[in-house]
Each structure stands twice: as C-alpha cells, then as structure tokens.
C-alpha cells in the first residue's frame, strides 16, 4: 500500500535542515535535558514521548514562557481524562501573543485583506495599544476572569483584538462567522452564556454584502446575559440603540494589563460541527493552546519573526485561533476575509503573492478545485515566498500532492496535516526536517503519542486502525461546557479505549513514520469484514473530470446485508450514462479493489457540508436507514439543508 512509494517527492536540502528551529532545539535540548543528539526527527520524537514531562519543560524554557508563579511539576495527574498540567503555574496568553511589540513596534502584526486584495498593515505596538484599551474597556464594563466573551465576526482585524482583550483580562472568548445563520450561532452560544457580544453589520463576501442586522437583533433578544453589545460597522450602518461603539472603546492609549491565571484556566470554547445534536462546547486552556502552538507554530511549522503566516479561514473554524497563535512566534499574520475564490478560483494565490506569505494553508478541497479549474499557480502569481503550503480539512489526495509539486515548486515543501478542534492542534503533519511522500503526513508531531490501533487495542503498523493518542496533549480539552459529571467528554473519546483518546479517524502509520489519513472511522466502510476509508474512494472519483465533488455511505441493512451508494455531483454539462457509470467503476476496481465499487452510483443536486466545509457522511447514513431529518441532522450544522431532503426521499422511496 502506501509504503510502495519507493522516492520521495520532496526532500529538505541539508541547509535547510541545519536552519530549521527544530533542529536548534534538538541540539539545545540534548545540550540541557537529555534528548538525542543524533537520530533527527524520530529520535527527537521518541524521546518526546518516552519523557513527556521534561519534553514539555525544555518547550516552556526554549520559547522563554513567563510563569508568573512557578509551576510545583510538570504533569501532576496524568490520567486521561483529567490530565493536570503544570499546577500551581499562573500566566497569560495574551501577554505571550503581544510579545514581539516589544522589539518591533513598527511592524506589521497584521495584513488584513478583503477581496479588493490590498493588504492593509496593523503594525505590533497599534496592535497592542487597542487591547490594551479594549481590555480596560471590559474591565469597565465589569467583565471578569472566567466570564465568557463572544464574536459574532469574519476574519477582521477587530475580532483579533477581541479574542486577545478577553484573554488579557482572563474571560473566556467564543466565536461564529457571519455566514452562520441565527439558530447556529445560539446553538452554540446559548450553551456558555456570553456576558459581551462584539458584532458586525454584515460582511462582504463574492463580490456582495450580506445584511446580518435581524440577526444581530435575533441574538440580542435570544442571550439574556448579555450586557453589552458592540457594534463594528462593516458595512458603514450606525449602531443599533443600546450598543456600544467599536471605536470609542478601542480609542484609549493604554497599556495591557494582563490577568495571571492558573495554566489550567479557560482560554476559548471551540465547537464541534455538531451534525448530530448540540455542537459539543469544547474549552481548552490558557496553558494548554499556548505551549501546544508554540511547539506546533515555532517548531513544526518553523515559523519565526521573519515569516508571514496565512491560512484560509473563518471566526468559525479552529484554523483561525491556530492562525492568530501564530503571533506567539512573532510572525506576522495575514487575516483574508472574503471568498476563497473571488472573483477567479485562484484568488488565494494572488493573496499569497501581494503579502508575501512564507507559509500559506488551505484545504484540501481548494487545492482540489484549483487543479480541475486548471490553475497555474506558479505561471500567474510571484510565489518565490512561499516556503510551504500546508493542507488540512480532509486528506490532500495523492493528485493534490503531485499537481502542487508541479504547479507551485518542485522545491516545496507540502504539509498535509490533520488533526482536530478537539484539541485545536495537529496531531500528525508538518515537519521541516523531513521527505514529504505522496498522499502521506510527514509524522507524528513532537509530544504526541500516536498509533494505530485494531478493535483490540494492539498497535499497528502498515494497516488500517484507529486514531489513538495513549498519553496527554496540554491543548486537551479541561472539559466540555454543560458537562459537569464529565460524561459526554469522557464518552466522546475514552469509551471505545480506557484511559486512551481515540480520536474516531482510520489512519496507517506506516513502518517508515509516516500517517495516512482515511478518513472518520465512525462512517467506516465495512464490507465483508474488509474496513476501508470513504476518503480513499474520494481521490479516484474526483479525479475524472466529470465529477466535481462525491460522497460514499455503507448503509448496515436490516436483513444483515450492506448497501453501499455513491452519490455523486456532476461538473457542469457532465451526464451520468452508461460510459461515466463504467467509467467510475472502472477506477475505483483498479485503482483501489473490486470490494470499494459501489452497489450503486446516484446523481444528486449537491454534497451537503458542515459549516466548515466537510462532507457530512454520518448524518446522511442515518437518514438513509430511515431516521427522520429532524433526529437525523442538527439543521442549523448544515451548509445547504435543502440538500438533504434529496437524500430523505430517496430513504423513503427504498423503504
């Protein structure tokens, strides 16, 4: 299988291996902790897990992290759940964030960007005087360590300054893009009852504005704690009565003053797409995100003060507090609110160009677009930046590999990583050290004890299994909002293995280190005790031009048989005939097996999404083994909820 890729597609020159920070630490921490001076990557990783504790304290004195009270040791309880990390530590994550204001005042912190393409710099010391004054505000206002703060925001300039206001002064942060619609948004934030909201009036996307004042007025009625309501007229509106203005808040020239807070302290509450049920309310801590991202951003990503960090993102998505960490490196980061492909598909190579971005991430299904759209990134943009492109969302297949190996660079380094909102972190992906092999993550990430396991909880390698994690990550979750016996953190992760985090993906690690990624085990294929990933089946479809985007279901039957359809969206003038029909079949049976080809391949007017842009494949089983829409789906999870209906009647009419 996937070791049969003999070469690789990309190999780090030795200088830049000898440049990379994680090569520097490897040496230091040899020098002062007892890591493996020799061995590279996988003896730095091994040693990383095999001595978790002092990994983590050589992380907290490599990037220089300011304990206020120093911590009694570095890991106290180490059970999962409930591992405590770092007791007795007080600091702030703002105050790391802001940093670099210190050295480079005059910089840009910031190049935000809108669809007009011209970035606009918010340097680091104007940066910092707005939370300074914006986090005094909030004290004014009463807010207190541990109330909860929340966004209603695309990825503007103001809504960085919000989340790192609120965690100065130690409240909790929580945000939703505008595209969600009002039911969403309270999904999520009637959960944590927010004491603040910060609002726009709408926002601009492809080319038109979008209106969202009865929202807003929606939200206002439906969060009775609200105390306040601040108003960012994106779209030049006054401000609604009883609000506040963004701008008489921002407008004191004052320092921050940062809450010391116990390293277990609430940071910022992620939700999960919640396609099944109420969005789980996911709260990680001040600590945790802050040494998970300095060791993910600085070291994984080798980001630093030189480098420009862009990725594709919304206030919705976890990729946009991983973004905003990355002033923790001091880098600059690019905020791009708008549509990935405005007004052309290759908008978000043009945005890579104009703000010279050394690391730029997207997803996989944008990379996928761009190749059947016949993009040529290198022929039309100046890429000479761009060091990586980074890749997450869902699998970067073997095609997506290959097309920005030969359109972007035959010297770039492509990460694919993956991990998860639960942890608001990677746990395999990028690292600069290593060959890049096509369709596979480079490896494990430092800190993170990761295998495959089988239904028997043993260890594979070169075979399909579970995604476990066998001991702590410090960006855990402390525990799930509205949970407080901790039952639904506990069964959504260490039911299947006591005491062990399975994350619910089928991955391969691979003998030489590596991850394949196949997708999420929970809607497996299963057929004749033969396991296979849907992401798999995905690659070969989608790779025939005719087929713009695909979604595959192994249904159990009650009759004890399997039934496994393959919907497909068709590329526009395509026709699903006899020679397409054969034609899927034909790649699938090749290029996979003869037990992937579908029962039956159908035509459908779309592939209904999560708001974050996955393919939503457990909920649509459900409804095609005849559960009702309405206890199938969480409607307001859904990006196009008339879509399902599609896939109902279709139930309905097999039943």
């Given at each position: 299988m996937s070791t049969a890729n003999p070469q690789p597609l990309w190999q780090p020159d030795p200088e830049r291996i000898a440049k990379a920070r994680i090569t520097r630490f490897q040496a230091w921490a040899a020098e002062h902790h007892g890591a493996p001076a020799e061995g590279g990557y996988p003896a730095l990783h091994r040693w990383s897990v095999d001595r978790l504790d002092t990994f983590w304290k050589a992380v907290t004195e490599w990037f220089d992290v300011r304990f206020s009270t120093p911590y009694a040791r570095v890991l106290g309880d180490r059970a999962m759940p409930g591992a405590q990390w770092f007791p007795g530590a007080t600091l702030?994550?703002?105050?790391?964030?802001?940093?670099?204001?210190?050295?480079?005042?005059?910089?840009?912190?910031?190049?935000?960007?809108?669809?007009?393409?011209?970035?606009?710099?918010?340097?680091?010391?104007?940066?910092?005087?707005?939370?300074?004054?914006?986090?005094?505000?909030?004290?004014?206002?009463?807010?207190?360590?541990?109330?909860?703060?929340?966004?209603?925001?695309?990825n503007i300039p103001q809504a960085v300054v919000a989340l790192l206001a609120t965690a100065a002064v130690g409240a909790v942060w929580t945000s939703c893009a505008p595209d969600f619609g009002a039911r969403s948004v309270l999904d999520r934030f009637q959960q944590v009852e927010p004491v603040v909201l910060f609002t726009v009036d709408g926002y601009r996307y492809g080319g038109k504005e979008h209106d969202r004042r009865e929202t807003v007025a929606e939200l206002r009625r439906e969060l009775p704690t609200l105390r306040a309501v601040v108003h960012i007229p994106l779209l030049g509106t006054d401000a609604p009565e009883?609000?506040?203005?963004?701008s008489a808040l921002t407008a004191r020239d004052t320092e921050p003053v940062y809450e010391q807070v116990p390293f277990d302290h609430p940071l910022w509450v992620l939700y999960s797409s919640g396609t099944t049920g109420l969005p789980k309310a996911i709260v990680q801590s001040q600590g945790g995100i802050l040494v998970e991202h300095l060791k993910q951003l600085g070291l994984h990503c080798d980001?630093?003060?030189?480098?420009?960090?862009?990725?594709?993102?919304?206030t919705g998505w976890m990729m946009w507090n991983f973004l905003v960490s990355g002033l923790l490196t001091g880098t600059t980061i690019v905020l791009y609110d708008g549509s990935p492909g405005h007004p052309d598909t290759g908008a978000q190579w043009r945005i890579a160009e104009r703000t010279g971005a050394t690391l730029y991430g997207t997803s996989a299904a944008y990379v996928m677009a761009c190749r059947k759209a016949g993009v040529h990134p290198a022929r039309d943009y100046d890429l000479s930046t761009v060091e990586c492109v980074a890749t997450t969302g869902s699998p970067l297949p073997p095609d997506g590999f290959r097309w920005l190996h030969d359109e972007v660079r035959d010297d770039l380094w492509i990460a694919s990583v993956s991990g998860g909102t639960d942890v608001c972190s990677c746990f395999a992906g990028a690292v600069p050290t290593l060959p890049?092999?096509?369709?596979?993550?480079?490896?494990?990430?430092?800190?993170?004890?990761?295998?495959?396991?089988?239904?028997?909880?043993?260890?594979?390698?070169?075979?399909?299994?579970?995604?476990?994690?066998?001991?702590?990550?410090p960006s855990m979750p402390i525990h799930f909002w509205n949970d407080p016996d901790g039952s639904r953190y506990h069964d959504s992760y260490f039911d299947t293995y006591p005491g062990v985090w399975r994350h619910g993906d089928?991955?391969?690690?691979?003998?030489?280190?590596?991850?394949?990624?196949?997708g999420r085990s929970d809607s497996t294929l299963n057929r004749q005790g033969v396991r296979m990933g849907s992401a798999d089946i995905y690659e070969v479809v989608e790779r025939l031009p005719e087929i713009?985007?695909?979604?595959?279901?192994?249904v159990e039957q009650p009759d004890g048989g399997y039934w496994m359809p393959l919907f497909v969206h068709l590329a526009p003038g395509a026709v699903l005939d006899e020679t397409l029909l054969d034609r899927v079949k034909r790649a699938i049976r090749e290029q996979l097996s003869p037990r992937?080809?579908?029962?039956?391949?159908?035509?459908?007017?779309g592939i209904p999404h999560t708001l974050t842009g996955k393919r939503i494949e457990v909920p649509v089983k459900r409804l095609l083994q005849g559960t009702p829409l309405d206890k199938a789906v969480n409607p307001g999870s859904i990006d196009n909820l008339a879509l399902l209906a599609f896939y109902e009647k279709l139930a309905r009419e097999r039943a």
């Open positions: 702030n994550y703002a105050e790391h964030a802001l940093r670099a204001a210190a050295d480079r005042p005059g910089e840009p912190a910031l190049l935000c960007v809108d669809e007009t393409h011209e970035p606009r710099p918010v340097t680091w010391s104007e940066l910092r005087r707005q939370v300074g004054s914006l986090a005094a505000e909030l004290r004014a206002l009463g807010v207190r360590p541990g109330d909860r703060v929340s966004g209603y925001l695309p009883g609000t506040l203005e963004w980001l630093g003060p030189e480098d420009r960090f862009f990725w594709y993102t919304s890049v092999y096509t369709g596979e993550l480079q490896a494990p990430g430092l800190g993170t004890d990761l295998s495959s396991w089988d239904p028997g909880g043993r260890p594979l390698v070169d075979e399909v299994g579970e995604l476990v994690v066998t001991q702590p990550m089928w991955i391969t690690v691979t003998s030489r280190g590596s991850v394949i990624i196949h713009r985007e695909s979604l595959v279901i192994g992937h080809v579908p029962d039956e391949i159908i035509e459908v007017p």
